[in-house]
């Protein structure tokens, strides 16, 4: 189409399709070509030209790889492709919760790290001692709501509290709610008519860290559910930036995704066999324990654990994540 760059939205579509595409068949390839290279080591430890060591290396990286492949099989629903909003409450609980809701935005932060996604904090609201409050995080890169999805529910901490001058054992929550971060190639309807604004000053502690401007946003959407007719009003905070038309247009943002999420979670709810393999977000119904003491981290959902405590926090979750889109990824698809 020689018109084909006049229409920017129509292109950017087609541009994303050509590059899932070509993602499948780069993907493909390097199977192939690993697979074939296995083979060949094959031969060649027979003939005496590798070691047994040699073989077994390219054995483990062939299946890596043909996992890898096998896992994002798993991710073909449209909103699997997209960035994350992603959400963490502490508990019930005070100092202890608000810590352990820091180790867990500290734990995502570092999985988005390792695995080369874009993130930024949309908003934070610090714990009175120690931790955090809330914390919103974006997460923008191809798949991360296909892989973060399985972070949605109660994170469970247990151990010896460094807060307690007693050194009991203690238990505490935090909630991690996960939304797709839509993009512009997603349709959904904002009513300006039922939008508001207030700004206030964002900032550090004090001093001089203090923002004298009032650049924080806080927006308001009265949102009416057009399938329950159940009214709510959405409030957002954003003071990612000293830049309060950016934080404006990052609070709409985080709209469009909740309003994306809330028909998505309907679609959801119509597949009768999904709904009943959901898990409910409350306290009581933890996803997933860390028990520290024990090093002992396990999914109550899948049943997989690890005893590598200190290598979770610090963001190696794949397993976890692998095992429940194995567990739950297939059935969801074969509803469709």
Same mark, same amino acid.
Request: no cysteine; glycine share 18%; proline share 0%.
């Given at each position: 189409m020689p018109d084909f760059w006049e229409h920017p939205a129509e292109a950017q !579509?087609?541009? !994303?399709?050509? !590059?899932?595409?070509?993602?499948? +068949?780069?993907?493909? !390839?390097?199977?192939?070509?690993a697979c074939e290279e296995l083979s060949l080591a094959y031969d060649f430890v027979k003939e005496g030209l590798v070691e047994e060591a040699d073989v077994d290396a390219q054995y483990a990286d062939t299946i890596a790889k043909i996992e890898a492949l096998e896992l994002r099989n798993m991710l $073909? $629903?449209?909103?699997?492709? +997209?960035?994350?909003? +992603?959400k963490i409450n502490s508990?019930?609980?005070?100092?202890e919760s608000q810590d352990w809701a820091s180790m867990l935005m500290r734990m995502y932060l570092r999985w988005c790290e390792q695995h080369g996604y874009k993130t930024s904090i949309a908003n934070l609201l610090e714990g009175d001692e120690a931790g955090i409050k809330s914390a919103?995080?974006?997460?923008?890169?191809d798949f991360a709501y296909g892989y973060l999805k399985s972070e949605n529910g109660v994170h469970r901490l247990v151990r010896v509290s460094p807060y307690n001058a007693q050194g009991k054992r203690m238990t505490s929550f935090a909630s991690v709610f996960v939304t797709p971060l839509v993009d512009d190639t997603i349709e959904v309807r904002v009513d300006p008519a039922l939008l508001s604004w207030d700004t206030f000053r964002s900032?550090?502690?004090g001093g001089q860290n203090v923002n004298k401007v009032e650049s924080g946003v806080r927006l308001r959407y009265q949102f009416t559910d057009p399938y329950t007719g159940e009214k709510e009003e959405i409030l957002i905070e954003n003071t990612e930036t000293r830049d309060q038309p950016k934080n404006k247009e990052n609070a709409m943002r985080q709209l469009r995704s909740i309003l994306y999420d809330k028909e998505l979670q309907h679609r959801l709810a119509e597949q009768a066999k999904i709904e009943a393999g959901k898990m409910k977000i409350e306290w009581g119904s933890q996803i997933r324990s860390y028990v520290f003491d024990d090093r002992r981290v396990k999914d109550h959902r899948t049943g997989w654990q690890t005893s590598d405590v200190g290598g979770v926090m610090d963001g190696d979750i794949d397993d976890f994540i692998k095992a429940y889109l194995m567990e739950f990824a297939g059935k969801t698809d074969a509803e469709d």
């Open positions: !579509k087609q541009m !994303k399709k050509i !590059k899932d595409i070509q993602a499948w +068949l780069d993907g493909y !390839k390097e199977v192939e070509d $073909r $629903r449209e909103e699997d492709k +997209l960035g994350v909003v +992603l508990g019930a609980g005070g100092t919103t995080i974006n997460v923008e890169g900032g550090g502690a």
